[in-house]
T-cell receptor, first 114, second 109 residues
C-alpha cells in the first residue's frame, strides 16, 4: 500500500511564526498536493506539484509556499502564520497525471495558530 | 455553479436499510469520477471509482449519468460501520480532483 506520511498530527504555533508541514510518500508518485479542510468549506487545494522542483498554485495559495526538492517529499510553508490558517492540512499523492488515478491522503496535521 | 455539489445531509439511515445520494458536477468534459469515504477526524480514503457502465463493490453501487451530469452512490443493507461522510470527486483534468463537501451518513441501530 502507498503510504503518505505527514510529520505531525497536531501542531500549535504562534501568530507570526514560520511553520513547516512535511509530507513524504513512499511509492514513487509523481504528483503531490496540499489541501486544507475546514467545516462547511470542504477540501480546498493550496498548492500542487507534478514533479521535482515544480509547483503550481491551487485555489487558495495566499499566505503559503511549497518546496519539492526530492520526489518523495513535499513541504508546505506558512510564511507568517495567522489565526485564519488554523485548519486541518492534508497532503495527498497520486501516480501521475493519468485521468483514473485517485489520491492517497496522509492522516492530516491539525494546526492551531494562537 | 460549483464544480461539485452535494447535499450535506445528514442522512439518518436505519441499520439494514438502503440509502442513496447523488452529486452533480458542472464540467461536462470531466472524464473520471470517484467516491471517497471520510470518517470523523480522519483522512479521506478512496471508496471506489465510478465508470460509465456503473460499478458495484459488495453493498456499494456507483452510477454515472453523463447526460444529466450526476453521480450516485447507493449503499444496501447499511451497517453501523458505514457511518461516515461520502465525498463525490471529479477529475478536472491533469489529475486535479475537485471534491464535493460530502454527504454525511449516520446509520442508526
Amino acid at each position: 500500500d502507498v503510504k503518505v506520511t505527514q510529520s505531525s498530527r497536531y501542531l500549535v504555533k504562534r501568530t507570526g511564526e514560520k511553520v513547516f508541514l512535511e509530507c513524504v510518500q513512499d511509492m514513487d508518485h509523481e504528483n503531490m498536493f496540499w489541501y486544507r479542510q475546514d467545516p462547511g468549506l470542504g477540501l480546498r487545494l493550496i498548492y500542487f506539484s507534478y514533479d521535482v522542483k515544480m509547483k503550481e498554485k491551487g485555489d487558495i495559495p495566499e499566505g503559503y509556499s511549497v518546496s519539492r526538492e526530492k520526489k518523495e517529499r513535499f513541504s508546505l510553508i506558512l510564511e507568517s502564520a495567522s489565526t485564519n490558517q488554523t485548519s486541518m492540512y492534508l497532503c495527498a499523492s497520486s501516480l501521475s497525471r493519468g485521468r483514473d488515478y485517485g489520491y492517497t491522503f496522509g492522516s492530516g496535521t491539525r494546526l492551531t495558530v494562537v | 455553479r460549483k464544480e461539485v455539489e452535494q447535499d450535506p445531509g445528514p442522512f439518518n439511515v436505519p441499520e439494514g436499510a438502503t440509502v442513496a445520494f447523488n452529486c452533480t458536477y458542472s464540467n461536462s468534459a470531466s472524464q473520471s469520477f470517484f467516491w471517497y469515504r471520510q470518517d470523523c477526524r480522519k483522512e479521506p480514503k478512496l471508496l471506489m471509482s465510478v465508470y460509465s457502465s456503473g460499478n458495484e463493490d459488495g453493498r456499494f453501487t456507483a452510477q454515472l449519468n453523463r447526460a444529466s451530469q450526476y453521480i450516485s452512490l447507493l449503499i444496501r443493507d447499511s451497517k453501523l460501520s458505514d457511518s461516515a461522510t461520502y465525498l463525490c470527486v471529479v477529475n478536472k483534468g491533469n489529475n486535479r480532483l475537485a471534491f464535493g463537501k460530502g454527504n454525511q451518513v449516520v446509520v442508526i441501530p
